[in-house]
């Protein structure tokens, strides 16, 4: 069993950065696939970013890609998410997952944090 808790979200203005961080409780977290999804009011759940055990291989979405970084620190049972060059649609809430396998599709994650709600203005 693995918990996530996400943090580090909050209000921005178009432009700027955020980073948020996942923490996961429970063994084996670096035999995890951790990955980023984010949900915006009245759509689907959507892809970010995933990172393979051992940061050996890095996925994003095409939304995010060469704004967006993700990272993972084993020793800490943490991933990030770097976010910079926000947009306005950018806005959504962020979830962390962890499963054995990566993937940009929600069905191959066994966990899920609660989300944190990234807000930015124009």
């Known amino acids: 069993q693995v918990r996530l808790v996400e943090s580090g979200g909050g209000l921005v203005q178009a432009g700027g950065s955020l980073s948020l961080s996942c923490v996961a409780s429970g063994r084996n977290f670096d035999s995890y696939a951790m990955a980023w999804f984010r949900q915006a009011p009245g759509k689907e759940r959507e892809f970010a970013a995933s990172?393979?055990?051992?940061?050996?291989?890095?996925y994003y979405g095409d939304s995010v890609k060469g704004r967006f970084t993700i990272s993972r620190d084993d020793a800490k049972n943490t991933v990030y998410l770097r976010m910079d060059s926000l947009k306005p649609e950018d806005t959504a809430v962020y979830y962390c997952?962890?499963?054995?396998?990566?993937?940009?599709?929600?069905?191959?994650?066994?966990?899920w944090g609660q989300g944190t709600q990234v807000t930015v203005s124009s």
């Open positions: 990172i393979r055990k051992s940061s050996n291989r890095i």
């Open positions: 997952a962890a499963g054995s396998v990566p993937g940009m599709v929600t069905t191959v994650y066994d966990y």
